[in-house]
């Protein structure tokens, strides 16, 4: 055993490493691998296993992530926990070190798979064949690790276009054959390359105006992809990832020709980071808020010394030009759907100066969710804006030129994300979107209406602090609801909320676009979904029920909400239009289940407050339940439901 002493020592040099930036860890890399051996050695396996995994970057050479996958390996060997996707990955190259790294950046983001690795080449048997090994596992999502030999039929070189378009519907019409069997078969969703366009074409810059040319050929392929995947198949941008590694380093022929690799090796871990990233998406823990510093990050030079006039900004100059095209990524950022917030050691009056006086300032003050700008420590005020905008830290990504401050979020609140940035600014946007905190997988008006949902519920606050009391700041909203079944003009946005909300989650169960399609046609469920709006905006779709019949009782199989609405009645209201549904549909009970989580202990007692009484308990897990009958009492709350509009 580890003496106590030697266990602290331990921690601070593990903990001293990882609030580095990637340069100076470089040094200190074998001190840490050392380290995590004592532990492991010392049967402090789990240990080892969560201080490796938090060093996993996108920044780590091949041979530094195979190091660490030995350590969170380690801890493998402990049960899977319920809530663990079953992924498949089916290549046409081989896929055994893609695939371990995959599972290295995913035990990184604490995400919990079971993976099946089909063998080299053997993707459309294992998809169409019964029995096969595939089959057997019951994917939930399968990953095709395809690229352009794949191609079944490439055209002959002297093509005309109606031909070659005639071959590309054929070569569609067999994808679509593995999608809808994915589908049909086992409710999975799919993951899937499109191709990589190789340099050293025999048309030189004539091929991509004809269309017998193989470079011609796949981007019309690509475009088709795009264009006919169903919203269950997710495209992975392969041919992009690869001119973004580089031709020369991506189409390296020896590793193909020996070992039939899918790109040379030092673009695996790129690979397998773009992938982790949209599985990542794909459950749910994509970041969510952009949380910026200001001075020497949004502008050049220091504000309260300079004033708003003198900080660098804008045309004339290269460093100007670099933090306006900043702005502007971020802006972007926001426009897609993520929260911006500001943390910055300033006085706030001299902070918000730029915002208020400067014309050529791309982000504005409404641009900014919450803005924070004192002299505490950023650690701290990094919470403070978790706690206005009701987000969880891990949901945070922290911008900022310093590297002292970056190193003390990295210590102090190790939840959030921290990307080092260079000390020019005209690399801090690629310095950011390297490690892909913001991938998606689907784009709703939800999504990008979300800034200024959190910009109202500011509003909302400063009215909660001027109200003699809660019941006249509810009154003062004047909140209506529409409550509709899963329809398909809300489907991506329910689908979305379930598979994003992790604290107000009773189950924490993941559907998929399919699945969830599925419930809401099938005769066994029933699905709900509630929208709010009051007087200071629409927050949007923020609830959804998943709910199906049993015998005589209606059971709640994942009941999901934002954190954006609490305490204004939505839990309240909902109770009431659960009861209301169980009595037409003629059963006596709701029944519902509370499976914990690291996450939602903020609805560990929702069923209690809302008069339901435990029923079982299985583990950690607790069924409650409530009959409906005439003398049950609804709940009172200040929101006016409304009539679905059409």
């Not at 060093?55 to 050479?61: E, G, I, N």
């Not at 969510?288 to 006039?309: E, F, H, I, R």
């Not at 400067?358 to 950023?378: E, H, S, T, Y």
């Not at 080092?420 to 490690?435: K, M, R």
């Amino acid at each position: 055993m580890i003496s106590v002493d030697d266990r602290h020592d331990d921690c601070e040099s593990l903990q001293s490493y990882l609030q580095l930036d990637a340069t100076a860890r470089k040094s200190r890399l074998a001190e840490f691998h050392r380290t995590l051996q004592n532990l492991h050695k010392a049967g402090e396996i789990d240990s080892a296993t969560s201080w490796a995994a938090r060093a996993v970057s996108p920044l780590l050479d091949y041979s530094s992530l195979m190091t660490l996958r030995r350590f969170v390996s380690a801890g493998s060997s402990a049960p899977r926990p319920k809530t663990a996707k079953r992924l498949a990955i089916l290549g046409g190259p081989t896929t055994l070190q893609l695939r371990q790294l995959i599972e290295v950046f995913l035990a990184g983001e604490r995400i919990a798979v079971e993976v099946y690795e089909a063998e080299y080449g053997l993707f459309r048997q294992e998809m169409l064949a019964d029995g096969s090994g595939l089959d057997n596992f019951a994917p939930e999502i399968i990953f095709l690790a395809v690229d352009a030999r794949d191609v079944r039929h490439f055209p002959p070189i002297d093509a005309d276009d109606s031909a070659v378009a005639r071959l590309a519907e054929g070569e569609i019409s067999a994808w679509q054959q593995l999608w809808d069997r994915a589908r049909s078969r086992w409710n999975a969703s799919v993951i899937q390359n499109n191709f990589a366009i190789g340099p050293h074409s025999v048309f030189g810059h004539f091929a991509s105006r004809h269309p017998g040319s193989r470079e011609h050929y796949l981007t019309r392929l690509n475009r088709l992809l795009a264009d006919r995947a169903p919203a269950s198949v997710i495209l992975h941008d392969l041919n992009g990832l690869a001119a973004e590694a580089g031709a020369s380093a991506w189409f390296d022929p020896r590793f193909y020709y020996e070992y039939k690799m899918p790109c040379g090796p030092d673009c695996l871990p790129t690979y397998a980071h773009s992938i982790a990233a949209l599985l990542r998406a794909q459950v749910g823990q994509s970041k969510k808020v952009l949380v910026l510093d200001l001075d020497n990050t949004l502008w050049g030079g220091v504000v309260g010394d300079l004033g708003a006039g003198g900080i660098k900004l804008g045309q004339g100059s290269g460093e100007g030009e670099a933090f306006l095209a900043f702005q502007q990524f971020a802006k972007d950022l926001k426009e897609r759907g993520i929260i911006l917030a500001v943390c910055s050691k300033n006085d706030a009056d001299k902070a918000r100066e730029p915002f208020e006086k400067r014309d050529d300032m791309v982000l504005r003050l409404p641009d900014i969710a919450a803005f924070v700008a004192n002299w505490d420590n950023k650690a701290d005020n990094l919470r403070t804006i978790a706690n206005r905008l009701a987000l969880n830290l891990d949901s945070f990504v922290f911008v900022d030129d310093n590297p002292a401050e970056r190193a003390l979020v990295r210590r102090f609140a190790p939840e959030v994300a921290v990307p080092d940035l260079p000390e020019d600014p005209a690399g801090y946007i690629a310095a950011v979107s390297l490690h892909r905190y913001f991938e998606m997988t689907s784009f709703t008006q939800e999504d990008r209406a979300r800034s200024q949902f959190y910009s109202d519920n500011a509003q909302r606050e400063a009215l909660k602090s001027e109200a003699p009391d809660l019941e006249t700041f509810l009154r003062s909203l004047a909140m209506s609801m529409t409550v509709e079944p899963v329809t398909d003009l809300n489907i991506e946005r329910a689908t979305q909320l379930v598979n994003k909300s992790n604290q107000f989650n009773l189950t924490t169960r993941r559907y998929s676009l399919a699945e969830v399609r599925q419930m809401s046609t099938s005769s066994e469920w029933r699905t709900r979904t509630f929208s709010l709006r009051d007087q200071l905006g629409d927050n949007g779709l923020i609830s959804v029920l998943l709910l199906s019949r049993r015998g005589n009782d209606l059971v709640i199989d994942t009941w999901v909400m934002s954190c954006r609405v609490l305490q204004r009645g939505v839990e309240q209201f909902t109770r009431n239009e659960l009861v209301e549904l169980c009595r037409a549909e003629k059963c006596d009970r709701l029944l519902g289940s509370f499976i914990p989580t690291a996450k939602n202990g903020m609805v560990s007692d929702l069923y209690s407050r809302l008069g339901f009484s435990q029923a079982d308990s299985d583990g950690d897990t607790t069924l409650w339940e409530l009959s409906v009958g005439n003398g049950l009492a609804p709940l009172p709350h200040c929101i006016q439901r409304e009539t679905p509009h059409g």
